[in-house]
């Protein structure tokens, strides 16, 4: 009988590329078209930048509690568990915060999108904030977590969510490809923090099974026991960016009181000639 099976998690393969240095378009690329899985480059930003950014995430009036069940602070706008309505009057009223992060640095997260925008264009595609009637998507959010225990974020997917997110969200056509989410780090503890993916990449089966259709948050620890999993180590000024739609967390991080603050965005194809981003 169907009830009587156990949803095993299917096995994915993984490819990863780990390296030092400046970002390069083309990988990116490669993961917005699902051939890498993951990109992890170490020191791609200055400690500089870094610096200057956790001081006005810190000090940012915009600063606000999480209240979606994840424990921490958040600059910026989240598409998560909202309409588009809702999201895209938060990402307007949030802009002149998630503006205020920079100021006149020359950062990361502008810079990946002003090349990957030229050369995108290049090859005939349109790379832009999503949007709507509401508004304009922010280009990243800042968020920093408090979890303590073994995650401070559970391992979850990212494409539920946008899968589900409805019909008046642009965003929602992007779920049928290659959800990638993007991460800049300004600062990290010394232990833990770190960024688990597993070899896996559930369906929407998958997700009816764990309870987790519509948000695809959290898959339990039975769950993915079996499933091989890689961990990445991220130090200050390192930026990750993964295949959203493999299972992926963060570990608990060590009580030495430097926070974690992240930057945080969201793209892929929406059509063959479109790629949006969004946070």
């Known amino acids: 009988m169907p009830s009587q099976i156990s949803q095993v998690p299917a096995i994915s393969p993984v490819s990863i590329k780990e390296r030092t240095g400046s970002i390069n378009t083309a990988e990116i690329i490669s993961v917005l078209k699902g051939e890498l899985t993951a990109l992890h480059i170490k020191q791609a930003f200055s400690t500089e930048v870094a610096e200057e950014i956790t001081t006005n995430f810190i000090g940012s009036s915009g600063l606000r509690e999480r209240k979606d069940g994840v424990p921490g602070q958040y600059v910026g706008a989240s598409h998560y568990r909202k309409d588009a309505a809702t999201y895209f009057a938060d990402a307007e009223n949030a802009r002149p915060y998630v503006d205020a992060l920079f ?35 922010n280009v990243c ?55 688990k993916l597993w070899s896996h990449k559930p369906t929407v089966a998958d997700r009816l099974s764990q309870g987790v259709e519509t948000t695809g948050y959290p898959y339990s620890a039975a769950y993915l026991e079996a499933v091989p999993c890689r961990e990445f180590e991220l130090k200050t000024g390192d930026i990750a960016l993964i295949d959203g739609g493999f299972v992926h967390g963060v570990t608990g991080q060590s009580g030495n009181g430097k926070r974690r603050v992240l930057l945080n965005c969201f793209f892929g194809f929406a059509r063959p000639d479109l790629v949006l981003w969004w946070t």
């Open 141 to 195: 959010r800042a968020l920093s977590w408090s979890g303590s225990g073994t995650f401070s974020l559970d391992p979850h997917d990212d494409v539920a969510q946008v899968l589900r997110a409805g019909d008046d969200y642009e965003l929602s056509s992007v779920a049928h490809n290659t959800v990638a989410a993007l991460n800049f780090y300004p600062s990290m503890p010394e232990e833990g923090g770190n960024l």
């Open 103 to 137: 100021k006149s640095l020359v950062d990361p997260v502008r810079a990946v999108f002003g090349a990957l925008k030229r050369e995108l264009h290049n090859q005939g595609i349109e790379l832009r904030l999503a949007r709507s009637e509401h508004g304009q998507a």
